[in-house]
Structure formats: structure tokens, C-alpha cells
């Protein structure tokens, strides 16, 4: 089996046959946190997939990822899993700061409850450092103010609301995010939220990292990478592969 390689900040692109997956990857020898580990053995995943094993390490890294992967191979994991492991080495090193390191957006309202549960479990034997909210929901302006209150660490929603709540919490919310994520890339465009996209990229601090996941490479995939990413490693993953 061929070693997946890397080249530093260069824009890689890996094709189906260099990326098999080695026997040997486990979600330990991918450096997770001890309490990640835990969430990941209640949720009864023995192995990473292989989108979670290449794309894993590289995002621990600090790269930027688009990646390719067929429904059902575990891109969610894949980007959560550096996501939470983020968050966690932030509140050790400041326990008192809440602040929202993360969005991650969805096209629609289910996707986002969906996400918000799988975070929910990975971060399980976390305790309080983790906070996610599911920001999709249709809420009054109260609870979506209190909702924002203490700046959850991680709010999953689709662009429009995602849009509401930095307008409702403004600088104070956006400020300390590193980390952006759109979870089925392809479909976000073309559902029609690009002026919130384009409004959120204004509005969210520059040199974030950035995750965009996606079934397929179409071009609302590529615009939504001019917009987000920097020089982002591309993982192209195919059929059969783990
Ligand atoms: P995708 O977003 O690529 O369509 P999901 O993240 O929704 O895929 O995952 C598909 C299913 O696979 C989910 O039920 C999830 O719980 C499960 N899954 C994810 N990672 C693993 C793993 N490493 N081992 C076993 N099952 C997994
Ligand atoms: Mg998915």
C-alpha cells in the first residue's frame, strides 16, 4: 500500500489509488484526546473510516480540507473530531474563557440536529468544556439571545441563521472563532444561501480554518473554496474505500 503524502501548504491532490487506508490507523494513533477516545468507544467505532484517517491528522495540523467522500463514509466524525480535540486544548489553556471557536454550517435544519447529536456524543466524557447548540431552530429573539449568552464553543446552523446570530451577538461572538466548517458543501449554494455566505465571510475573522465536505466536487464546491479556504489539502476519496 502507498503512503498518502502531504506536501507542505501545497494543495494536494490525492486520487483513489494512493488512498488506501493502512490497517494500522486507529483513532489512537491519531493523537485524540484520552476523552475523545472515550465518546468514540461508547459510540462503538472501532476504526477510523478513511476520510476520518487522512483527513484527521491533517486538520489537526491546522490544514485547511476539502474533501470528497461518498455519503455514509464518516465525514462528520472527520471534522468534528479535530474540531472538539481544538476546543479542548483552548479551555486548558484558558478554563474561564467561553468563547465560540467554531461554526459549522449545514444546508438545512435536520443535518444541523443531526451534527449537533453526534457532538454531542464524541464529547460526552468531556464535562462542560465542550458546548454545542444546534442554531438552526426557528426561536424567538430571546432564546436565541440566551442561546448566545455565554458563547458556546461550537454552534452548528445553516448560513441564514448562522448570520442571525453573529448579527444578534456581534464581535464578542465572532472574535476568538478559528474554525469554519460546511458540511455538505455542494448542496449549501445550490440551496441558495450565498449572499449569507458571502455576508458570513465578511464577518468572520480572517485566517480561519476551514473544513468543506462534500459527496461531490461541483462548482458551488469550488466557489465556496475561492471564498473560505486558503490552500486547502484536497482529499479525494472514492467508492469502496474502507
Ligand atoms: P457522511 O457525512 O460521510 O455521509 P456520516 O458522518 O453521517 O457520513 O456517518 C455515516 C454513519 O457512519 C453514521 O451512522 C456514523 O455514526 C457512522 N460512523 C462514522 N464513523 C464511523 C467509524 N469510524 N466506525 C463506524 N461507524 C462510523
Ligand atoms: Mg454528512
Redesign the pocket.
Known sequence: KRKFEADNDAAVVAAAANMTLDDEVTFQSLGLDARLLQGIAK?G?????LV?AKAIPLALEGKDILAR?K???????AYLLPLLQSVLKAKEASPNENATRAFILVPTKELAEQVQK?CEKLAAFCGKAVRVVNGAQNVSEQVQRSMLSENPDIIVATPAKALLHITLGGQALVEKVVHLVIDEADLVLSYGYEDDLQAIAKALPKGLQTFLMSATLTQEVETLKKLFCRNPVILRLQEGED
Open positions: 459510540l467505532f472501532a476504526n477510523p473510516t476520518q467522500a455519503t455514509g463514509s464518516g465525514k462528520t466524525a453526534m
